[in-house]
């Protein structure tokens, strides 16, 4: 059975820092990663989407890592801003065909001016 | 990119009603969909995957009897909660995934349940 755990569950810092937030997950047998946004009561926001093949992915001020092996895969967030405060959720793809989506319990990212 | 919408965004019903929750990809054919819930301050969980023309899977620990879901077309998936309770109250978020070999799944908006 997978398990995705994310580590920290919760996070505060400056505007400005540059961030790291942690996935892993128990069953190194994926079709992908992805790591989304969720802002209160909001839907799930999907920002980086990494296949099994890759190593990483980057978008902007983020930036992806996958290593399939260990069971590890990091979101790096550049010079955030207070816009970034959300939760930040990581899941795998793995187990049927179709890839059931397993969640971690998110790490919830705070940013103050 | 693909789009997938809920409806209703929010709805609240009394305890005994049934409550129906559509999901649907607008611009992408989805042969397959999945069912979440997520209770607050906690994550998603995976409550049932449905197949376009087939019947759902459900995961362990959700009653198929109470949460109805049919797929009956490439781009439409209901949600039905029947003899609601409060217990209920949740948010429910459906996603979509299409044919493409990446497996990405799409997610909608969600819909907050509410069972006074």
């Known amino acids: 059975k997978q398990e995705v755990t994310q580590i920290p569950a919760a996070l505060s810092v400056p505007e400005g820092e540059n961030l790291v937030l942690n996935c892993s997950f128990t069953d190194s047998a994926i079709y992908n990663l992805q790591w989304f946004r969720q802002d209160p009561g909001k839907g799930l926001t999907s920002l980086l989407l990494?296949?099994?093949?890759?190593r990483e992915q980057t978008s902007g001020r983020l930036n992806a890592s996958l290593d399939k092996s260990s069971g590890r895969s990091t979101l790096y967030i550049a010079a955030s801003q207070p816009g970034d405060s959300a939760t930040y959720l990581c899941?795998?793809?793995?187990?049927?065909?179709?890839?059931?989506?397993?969640f971690g319990q998110g790490t919830i990212l705070t940013v103050h001016p | 990119g693909a789009v997938v919408s809920q409806h209703p965004s929010w709805v609240i019903c009394k305890s005994g009603t049934s409550v129906k929750i559509e999901c649907r990809s607008l611009d992408f054919q989805a042969t397959t969909m999945f069912w979440y819930r997520q209770f607050p301050k906690q994550s998603l969980m995976l409550m049932a995957t449905?197949?376009?023309?087939?019947?759902?899977?459900?995961e362990q620990g959700v009653e198929k009897d109470k949460f109805l879901i049919n797929h009956a077309s490439l781009t439409l998936s209901t949600l039905t909660v029947t003899s609601a309770h409060p217990e209920d109250s949740s948010f429910y978020i459906c996603?979509?995934?299409?044919?493409?070999?990446?497996?990405?799944?799409?997610f909608g908006p969600g819909t907050r349940l509410t069972v006074t």
């Open positions: 449905s197949n376009e023309g087939s019947k759902a899977t459900y």
């Open positions: 990494i296949q099994s093949s890759q």
């Open positions: 996603s979509a995934q299409g044919r493409d070999p990446g497996y990405e799944q799409y």
């Open positions: 899941a795998v793809a793995s187990g049927t065909s179709y890839g059931k989506l397993t």
